[in-house]
């Protein structure tokens, strides 16, 4: 039974209040407008409860573990060291509650309504929320859809007492002994580390010939290092064909490299990528423009098809990155505003937070050779500065690529300690237009991981001071 139907009316009706929502939904309050925001879960979305921060979470009491085990030669011994899964997940939960609890607070600041529910486009400028039995309108002046992705389900690998995605992986209460990850991109990759550092045994099925695919080879094989010394099974060029549940587990059935193997786990994490959220809000039948994958065709300012409706994030083309969401929110809520506001992804970091971390951004050697572009570039290895030593985490390196006339920033890749916080220098660089020279002379901290930008920037040049050319 449907109880009553309302009708309100907003400027800017946000759906989804995930990282690219609710950034949207507070830069258009700021901009004067009447906000709402239709969300059918938690404020935070994926990012904030069960996707970035509770895997960053899970991430840092993983490395704080196993650095216990590796101190003696630092002269410290420890000895009963022991993980209480439970509490790890306690922790884990609260630093959750307590960002999901601050948007909150910031949208009461800012006098944006929360509605709970889930959204259906009537019309170009109206839509319903369902909510129960209690059905609503909102008619808006602009909409801007921010509804995010879910995981990819496997016909063969059906989600379950014993297959679980990363949302589940992430709330499990005890750990399993052994596991079976299907595909090693990013996300594979950083739970896969993380349980292995508790004491699972991980078994990685890739499908590709190298962990980590996208980043260049060079990268990913230092991460494949480390796991190894974990114990943990990487196959690539696997394909995972099917599984026979059994009374404590599962027995996978893989393909490698052209034999089949079959693989006993407690639990299967299906990481394979991950499917926009498109298919229920009816937007085909309003006319709006989508490509074959379900993603929302939009221009340089996120407005799709229907001029006063936007989408951002996972729902449009690139990469699923909670920050391009985030970006994508700020400038559709501009544009809205009326501001000349447009996207411009040269810049747009990605980062794993693999051990060790690895980032990018901008182009690499090959996008580099692809273009044409007559390029130098700089590798500095963390092995040849002090900070890296003296916090025993000196393997990896950055990378710097530049175009050879004019010394332009055009890219960098780095492996190593901190890798997720440098590479915002060099975005920075790119983005303002910076040249090797720039880098060389801003003057870095010493000593400090930073400083391996800089020794790049130089060695780029020909003149490094740290290391022989």
């Not at 499990?172 to 990759?189: D, F, H, Q, R």
């Not at 000593?447 to 050319?469: C, D, Q, S, W, Y």
């Amino acid at each position: 039974m449907v109880v009553g139907e309302f009708t309100t009316e907003v400027d800017v009706l946000v759906i989804g209040a995930g990282p690219g929502g609710y950034v949207a939904a507070i830069r258009a309050a700021q901009l004067g407008k009447t906000v709402a925001v239709v969300e059918k879960a938690e404020l935070g979305g994926v990012c904030l409860n069960v996707g970035c921060i509770p895997s960053k979470a899970m991430i840092h009491a993983a490395h704080t573990y196993e650095h216990t085990q590796h101190t003696e030669s630092m002269g410290i011994t420890m000895e009963n060291v022991k993980v209480d899964f439970a509490k790890v997940q306690e922790w884990k939960s609260g630093i959750v509650k307590q960002l999901t609890g601050g948007v909150g607070s910031l949208f009461k600041g800012h006098k944006i309504q929360v509605i709970p529910g889930e959204a259906l486009f009537v019309s170009e400028n109206e839509v319903r929320v369902f909510h129960g039995y209690d059905v609503n309108r909102y008619r808006f002046q602009h909409c801007i859809i921010a509804t995010g992705s879910r995981p990819i389900e496997l016909p063969a690998f059906p989600f379950g007492k014993r297959v679980m995605s990363s949302t589940e992986a992430l709330s499990l209460t005890e750990l399993p002994k052994s596991l079976v990850v299907i595909g090693g991109g990013y996300i594979g990759i950083e739970l896969g580390t993380v349980f292995a550092k508790f004491g699972t045994k991980v078994t990685i099925l890739e499908g590709s010939d190298q962990i980590l695919p996208g980043f260049e080879p060079d990268m990913p094989r230092l991460v494949e290092r480390k796991l190894k010394k974990l114990d943990v099974t990487i196959h690539t060029k696997a394909l995972a064909q099917g599984m026979e549940e059994t009374e404590n587990g599962v027995i996978v059935t893989a393909e490698v490299k052209g034999e089949q193997q079959k693989i006993e786990a407690e639990y299967v994490l299906v990481t394979v990528g991950r499917r926009p959220n498109t298919d229920e809000l009816g937007i085909r039948d309003i006319g709006m423009n989508m490509t074959d994958r379900g993603l929302i065709v939009v221009d340089k300012q996120g407005r799709t098809s229907i001029p006063n409706v936007y989408a951002i994030g996972d729902i449009v083309a690139g990469p699923a990155l909670a920050h391009k969401a985030s970006y994508e929110g700020k400038v559709a809520a501009e544009a809205i505003a009326g501001h000349p506001a447009e996207v411009d992804y040269k810049a747009i970091p990605a980062v794993v937070f693999c051990d060790p971390e690895i980032a990018s951004v901008g182009i690499n050697e090959k996008e580099a050779k692809e273009k044409g572009i007559d390029y130098i570039v700089g590798r500095f290895p963390f092995a040849a500065n002090g900070r890296a030593l003296s916090v025993n985490a000196g393997e990896g390196y950055v990378k710097l690529i530049a175009e050879k006339e004019t010394n332009l920033v055009l890219g960098a890749q780095i492996v190593g300690p901190e890798a997720s916080n440098i590479i915002a220098e060099i975005g920075l660089a790119i983005e303002m237009g910076a040249t090797l020279e720039d880098i060389e002379l801003t003057i870095h901290a010493h000593p400090t991981l930073g400083e391996v930008t800089m020794e790049a920037a130089e060695l780029a040049l020909g003149r490094p001071i740290h290391v022989m050319k």
